[in-house]
């Protein structure tokens, strides 16, 4: 599936460049600017990264679950920043409204 239409980056290589970004240090803090730097790709219209942020969001918590870490604590930290998302709403704020979503 492809997430970004801009750049035509699929959501495997998204996933694959966080795994990647996570294997070099697996407390990294990943942002959609830091998945597109690795992947040397910018942001253009940058409408896709609330998706990429759920992206990094499901297979940070897969990675550190299955992983020797204490996933207890993982799943906390991640559940906080999924609280704030809905509090401050990253998808109502995309800077566009629903009809110009191309997907």
């Given amino acids: 599936m492809i997430v970004c239409h801009c750049n035509l980056i699929t959501e495997k290589e998204i996933e694959e460049a966080i795994i990647q970004l996570l294997e070099a240090d697996p407390w990294h803090l990943i942002v959609p600017a830091k998945v597109y730097h690795w992947l040397q790709k ?3 219209c ?7 942020v759920e992206t990094i969001i499901r297979v940070t918590e897969n990675y550190h679950l ?4 204490n996933g207890a ?3 906390s930290h991640l559940d906080r920043v999924r609280e704030l998302r809905s509090q401050f709403g990253s998808r109502r704020h995309e800077g566009r409204n629903t009809s110009h979503r191309a997907a």
Avoid: I, M
């Fill in 42 to 44: 910018r942001g253009r």
């Fill in 46 to 52: 940058c409408g896709c990264f609330p998706n990429v």
């Fill in 66 to 69: 299955r992983s020797e870490a």
């Fill in 73 to 75: 604590d993982v799943v």
